[in-house]
């Protein structure tokens, strides 16, 4: 059964810095892409960052280009996402997710495309 797990959620001032993680169980990590995906209050969830499986290919959403960066670790099993500049309206909780199936994926901002998902952590972000 895969499992995600998402960490390093918090509160930090406009500017400022934070980096979350996602910590993945139940099949070959190093075999999928992963995606990073928020949802803030009375909003949708809207598509951050993805990044494919072999990790030579990375997505970002034009809100965090620049900003954001995702990264994975196969040795430990997980991805991260580093946030720098920080703004007010970063504030979400922010989901990983992976597919299915292995190896590339056909469209990586479709949230519909991706099969598992972790519980979500908060980041607000106080002007």
């Known amino acids: 059964q895969v499992q995600l797990v998402e960490s390093g959620g918090g509160l930090v001032q406009a500017g400022g810095s934070l980096r979350v993680s996602c910590a993945a169980s139940?099949?070959?990590?190093?075999?999928?892409?992963m995606g990073w995906f928020r949802q803030a209050a009375g909003k949708e969830r809207e598509f951050v960052a993805a990044?494919?499986?072999?990790?030579?290919?990375?997505y970002y959403a034009d809100s965090v280009k620049g900003r954001f960066t995702i990264s994975r670790d196969n040795a430990r099993n997980t991805v991260y996402l580093q946030m720098n500049s920080l703004k007010p309206e970063d504030t979400a909780v922010y989901y990983c997710?992976?597919?299915?199936?292995?190896?590339?994926?056909?469209?990586?901002?479709?949230?519909?495309?991706?099969?598992?998902w972790g519980q979500g952590t908060q980041v607000t972000v106080s002007s």
């Open positions: 997710a992976t597919p299915a199936k292995p190896f590339a994926m056909t469209n990586y901002v479709v949230a519909g495309l991706y099969d598992y």
């Open positions: 139940g099949r070959a990590f190093s075999m999928y892409s």
């Open positions: 990044i494919s499986w072999t990790g030579s290919s990375t």
